[in-house]
């Protein structure tokens, strides 16, 4: 168990570019949360996978956000366009059953100039 | 639609001090409960999950009550030490919500000054 990994940790663009962030969860963990966190907040819910089927995802995911989870294991996060109002902390998290606890990476943190 | 508050928002006391922390939550319909510590510009560290069966959890210097009836969670932290400074979150996985996703609350800075 290697826990939850993100990557990159920072990345900075300038608005109206694509960035693209990746998500390896813990193995063998079958679901996959996406979370977006602004300084002072706690974490707002974007999306979440079961295996590779994405079963929700929140209004805060507008049509510039995609998500993918192929083969249901790692996820990627893709924000098109990016908006100085992107800036965040995208924090990726999974756990095996529903009830039981969730594990999260370090985050990456998205700067937007 | 379930709201969880963290009252309050920023705390700072002595080190050797015991640390009560807060929570609240509107829907009492929850699998259970989870606290998380998170230090600045690190992700998330799950310190304690309390299920919706149970009273309390503890793990070391931590306990954690859940009263689901009254929608009230409190995290104690025995004997603060400075190295206890961080955000503390508690987030509620909530039933009625598709996928279990949780619900947080705001957070409680806490600051344990030597």
């Known amino acids: 168990d290697t826990g939850v990994s993100q990557d990159p940790r920072h990345k900075i663009t300038k608005r109206g570019q694509n960035v693209t962030f990746r998500c390896d969860p813990i193995?063998?963990?079958?679901?996959l949360y996406w979370y977006r966190q602004t300084l002072g907040q706690g974490p707002e819910f974007l999306t979440y996978?079961?295996?590779?089927?994405?079963?929700?995802k929140s209004r805060l995911l507008s049509d510039r956000f995609s998500a993918e989870r192929p083969k249901g294991s790692f996820s990627t996060l893709e924000i098109q366009r990016t908006e100085q109002g992107d800036s965040a902390m995208y924090l990726c998290?999974?756990?095996?059953?529903?009830?039981?606890?969730?594990?999260f990476g370090n985050g990456t943190r998205l700067t937007v100039t | 639609k379930q709201e969880v508050t963290q009252i309050p928002a920023a705390l700072s006391v002595p080190e050797g001090e015991n640390l009560v922390l807060n929570c609240s939550f509107t829907?009492?319909?929850?699998?259970?409960l989870q606290w998380f510590r998170q230090d600045p510009g690190k992700g998330l560290t799950s310190l304690l999950l309390?299920?919706?069966?149970?009273r309390e959890q503890t793990s070391g210097r931590l306990n954690a009550s859940l009263d689901k009836s009254s929608g009230r969670s409190t995290l104690y932290i025995a004997a603060s030490q400075p190295g206890d400074s961080a955000t503390y979150l508690c987030?509620?996985?909530?039933?009625?919500?598709?996928?279990?996703?949780?619900?947080f609350g705001g957070g409680t800075r806490v600051l344990v000054k030597p």
């Open positions: 998290a999974s756990r095996d059953i529903r009830d039981s606890p969730l594990h």
């Open positions: 193995s063998e963990h079958n679901r």
């Open positions: 996978f079961q295996n590779e089927a994405q079963l929700e």
């Open positions: 829907d009492s319909a929850i699998y259970n």
């Open positions: 309390i299920q919706s069966s149970q």
């Open positions: 987030a509620v996985n909530p039933r009625k919500a598709a996928g279990n996703k949780l619900t």
